[in-house]
């Protein structure tokens, strides 16, 4: 989707190590999601925002924090990642029950 | 836990066939959607329909919803190449709530 924009876009990393993923739109819209895929799961959430600041769990929140302090800007923290956490990692955002538009994703690689 | 399960997990046809998946889901929803992933990109949306609805198109896309069941069916006519990808549907919670669950999805390939 052409508003919503990943980086970067490929990480390789070792265990233990903190990593960061940005998230950037400019649709103005009010929710931003972070999701994990991996084989047989489908697109599990890890972290929503609805507003500045104003964020909650998702299904597969353990290991992971997120900040807001933009409307356009989510973050997602890994603050000493496992290699279980070896995925790819999906942002979205949206308005109200509207559909999400989605960035391209992230792979993310922890050996 | 996964809202919605998707079958086929795959689907193989040929160039001009139809296509149909369906999706089954557990609890109530306020809407149903359906995503597509092309290979290494993100979601993107093709339809959605609210659970007071039973039908609905949008060009070669029909899709059904029965509440009843707890199920939905995307059905796309005279496939084409490019319609090769991964296709997902996801539930709304009642209540008008925005967090999706997305099913495991179908990979879909239309050979020539």
């Known amino acids: 989707d052409a508003g919503i924009t990943q980086s970067p876009r490929h990480k390789v990393t070792e265990t233990g190590t903190p990593v960061t993923l940005r998230c950037h739109q400019t649709e103005n819209h009010r929710y931003m999601y972070w999701y994990r895929q991996d084989p047989g799961h489908g697109l599990r959430l890890i972290h929503y925002?609805?507003?500045?600041?104003?964020?909650d769990k998702g299904e597969v929140s353990d290991g992971y924090s997120v900040s807001r302090s933009k409307t356009e800007d989510f973050l997602l923290t890994l603050e000493s990642a496992t290699s279980s956490q070896t995925s790819v990692y999906f942002c979205a955002a949206g308005s109200g029950d509207q559909p999400q538009h989605f960035g391209d994703g992230t792979r993310l690689s922890i050996l | 836990s996964q809202q919605g399960e998707e079958d086929p997990q795959a689907l193989s046809i040929q160039e001009g066939e139809n296509a149909t998946m369906n999706c089954s889901y557990k609890t109530s929803i306020n809407n149903l959607q359906w995503y597509r992933q092309n290979s290494g990109r993100g979601l993107v949306h093709l339809i959605l329909?609210?659970?007071?609805?039973r039908e609905k198109h949008s060009g070669r896309l029909r899709v059904t919803l029965d509440t009843s069941k707890k199920s939905s069916s995307l059905l796309i006519t005279a496939s084409r190449a490019a319609d090769t990808a991964s296709y997902f549907c996801a539930t709304g919670p009642t209540g008008g709530g925005n967090k999706l669950t997305f099913g495991t999805g179908t990979q879909l390939k239309v050979e020539l």
């Open positions: 925002s609805y507003g500045v600041k104003d964020t």
């Open positions: 329909i609210r659970s007071n609805e």
